[in-house]
């Protein structure tokens, strides 16, 4: 029982997790693109302050006097930074500032001398400040780069290089700040998220927990419609379906129950005979009277009643053969020409006890060329129960004929079972098919139940069965003979491989 109940999916434990593993992959995505944003925001407001020193920077080279003026003589070397300007880079506490300046040979001409050159990727643009990452000392800096042509050197293409640099140290600190203003929150949010799930999946499957007590709670017996008016409407489908099973259920229980009390009481007549037959020889024999003509009479009435229940009791399981869906389904190739000969023979004795003419029409057996996919037995009731019909209806003197029409294209074989009876009006042959039914105005003693049982075959093996006239109506009344009747089936056929038309 453990393992069955293992395999059973829970479908609230499903939509959750479609549910939730979305936001489960997300998530890290999440935090790895907020983490390259955030980086992008913090690398901006620096970037810009950074480029505005290194282009401060150039301008001051660019403008440097000349050998021999008045700030040269007071001892201040060229392109070194003034005073203000280098407690400017340096004022920065949390990061180091380096900067260079590189002569037009490629000099150092002032500032840090570990500072990486970058590479020269041309065309080169004057005054244009470039950025990039780099390393000095194993530490990784950010570098703002401009090439500057000094004064008195327009048009020449030798320019001087100058480079301001930064540790990362505040970046780092505000991606963080981000990061964590943005991850943290979710921190709190996605559990949150969860919850709600939870509780919606909760309240959206409550409606199919109702239903299932509702259905537990019924009666075994109960099969009334589930009512639709207080279910979800993605369950509605669901419940019609159950709705058509239970009707369709409750249908073949009637029937069931209705076969089985009509059953019961074809039963009771034969049954009862036998006990009367049996009491009455018995009270002969009791006071002395009895003789061996009356116990002979007797024991023919028992003999005939014994027979009638065995062949209710017969009838009865040949309808639940033929109702057997298993059954049924176990199909092979079948010659109906065989099943139909064998048949015939089988009741000539009878035939001939009642002064019919029984007689098949048809290819022979090794003749046939057609085949049918079917069920040997419950064909061969089916065209038993035919002839039995038109054996118990057809009086004295009268003819019954077996025939079986083969489809020149090969399409369908057609099997006829007709008589010189009274035929069957047109109002009662749907009826005929209902079991334990008899048509009005006969006095046959019979079980009622061959014409279901072939009908209930036919259904099985997909075929189509009909009922006419033999002879016209107004002919028959001028001949003073029955119309008679001709039962049709018809099968769906193939031809024999290799076979001769």
């Not at 010659?335 to 029409?361: H, Q, S």
């Not at 294209?409 to 109002?427: K, R, T, Y």
């Amino acid at each position: 029982m453990a393992a069955e109940s293992s395999s059973h999916r829970s479908l609230f434990g499903e939509i959750l997790d479609w549910m939730l593993a979305p936001l489960l992959v997300i998530w890290p995505i999440s935090v790895a693109l907020t983490w390259l944003v955030a980086q992008g925001i913090a690398n901006k407001p620096y970037d810009r302050e950074l480029g505005e020193m290194a282009r401060t920077l150039g301008l001051q080279v660019a403008t440097e006097p000349a050998p021999g003026d008045a700030t040269a003589r007071k001892g201040r070397s060229r392109y070194a930074l003034a005073p203000e300007a280098a407690a400017l880079l340096r004022a920065d506490e949390s990061d180091t500032v380096y900067y260079q300046v590189l002569g037009l040979r490629g000099e150092l001409l002032s500032g840090d001398a570990q500072l990486p050159v970058p590479e020269a990727e041309p065309p080169i643009v004057p005054w244009e400040v470039n950025k990039r990452f780099d390393e000095i000392n194993n530490e990784a800096v950010r570098v703002a780069y401009l090439w500057v042509v000094p004064e008195g050197q327009a048009g020449s293409d030798r320019m001087m290089l100058v480079q301001v640099a930064e540790t990362l140290g505040k970046r780092s600190r505000l991606t963080n700040e981000i990061i964590k203003g943005v991850i943290l929150p979710q921190f709190v949010i996605l559990p949150l998220a969860v919850l709600l799930v939870w509780l919606a999946l909760a309240r959206g499957i409550a409606p199919l927990n109702d239903l299932q007590r509702r259905i537990r709670s019924r009666d075994s017996s109960d099969l009334s419609p589930i009512d639709e008016q207080r279910i979800p409407e993605e369950v509605a489908p669901l419940v019609r379906a159950i709705n058509d099973l239970l009707e369709r259920l409750d249908q073949s229980i009637r029937s069931q129950k209705h076969f089985l009390a009509d059953a019961a009481h074809q039963l009771k007549t034969p049954l009862a005979g036998l006990r009367t037959q049996a009491e009455l020889a018995q009270r002969e024999i009791d006071e002395g009277r009895s003789s061996p003509a009356e116990l002979r009479r007797s024991l023919k009435h028992i003999a005939l009643s014994s027979q009638r229940a065995a062949h209710m009791v017969n009838q009865l399981l040949a309808m639940a053969r033929a109702e057997d869906q298993e059954h049924a389904a176990r199909r092979s190739e079948v010659n109906l020409a065989v099943l139909a000969i064998e048949t015939v023979r089988d009741f000539v004795p009878r035939a001939m006890e009642k002064r019919l003419d029984l007689g098949y029409e048809g290819p022979e057996a090794s003749q046939a060329s057609l085949r049918i996919s079917g069920h040997p037995l419950l064909i061969r009731e089916l065209i038993r129960n035919l002839v039995d019909n038109a054996l118990l209806y057809t009086p004295g003197g009268g003819t019954i004929t077996v025939r079986v029409v083969e489809d020149p294209f090969g399409q369908v074989c057609v099997l006829q079972v007709e008589d010189s009876g009274p035929g069957i009006a047109e109002s009662e042959r749907d009826k005929v098919f209902q079991p334990f039914y008899r048509a009005l105005g006969t006095n046959v003693d019979g079980s009622g139940l061959g014409l279901a049982i072939v009908r209930e075959i036919v259904q099985q093996h997909e075929a189509e069965i009909a009922v006419d006239d033999t002879r016209p109506r107004r002919q028959a009344e001028a001949e003073g003979v029955g119309p008679g009747a001709r039962f049709t089936v018809r099968f769906a056929a193939h031809p024999l491989p290799n076979a001769a038309h």
